[in-house]
């Protein structure tokens, strides 16, 4: 079952463009959302992340909305730069998890960003 | 300042030889680690996930094996390995903020060929 779905594993735009990476969720029990971004042969990095007590947080061009009553995250890029070519994952975790379970994240698939000069 | 080192980078290694990939962690104690793969084209898989020393949790059946046997020292092991072992290997730990996660902080990741 996967609970936390990118359906898009693609995106194209070019740059100074918006970016707008999308992200749904089917456990309702999640209240925290994160977003990594990883290069080729690296290691995933922390982007943003927001929590369920709100529903937008930003982060110079990077923002991440959040709509629990759709259980849908976004993120948007603003300018997009060819730089953020990469890939994002999307990420969830929930209160319980993190107390009993060594509080694991559940992760999408992630989305194939490419910006165009 | 919180790092985390992951070796080796790449790996070659036949079917049927052992595997064994080292993560360690520095300025943290009893962190919570994490091992998932990438397969090609795929997301990220957890593999075994670790909340102390000796105290391994396993979320995927396959011939693999983890082991914790110090504080920051996570390791990912397999006496045989598979074709279908190929991937890009993460080691992650775990950082609380609050109540909350802050999230993980992941190594640099191994590329694992099988051949």
Known sequence: ??????????LSVQEGRISILNCDYTNSMFDYFLWYKKYPAEGPTFLISISSIKDKNEDGRFTVFLNKSAKHLSLHI????????????CAASSYSRRETSGSRLTFGEGTQLTVNP | SQTIHQWPATLVQPVGSPLSLECTVEGTSNPNL??????????LQLLFYSVGIGQISSEVPQNL?????????????????????SGFYLCAWGETYNRYYYGYTFGSGTRLTVV
């Open chain 1, 78 to 89: 603003v300018p997009s730069q060819p730089g953020d070519s990469a890939v994002y994952f």
């Open chain 2, 65 to 85: 094996s983890a082991s914790r046997p110090q504080d920051r020292q996570f390791i990912l092991s397999s006496k045989k390995l598979l074709l279908s072992d």
């Open chain 2, 34 to 43: 994490y091992w998932y793969r990438q397969a090609a084209g795929r997301g």
């Open chain 1, 1 to 10: 079952d996967q609970q936390v779905k990118q359906n898009s594993p693609s």
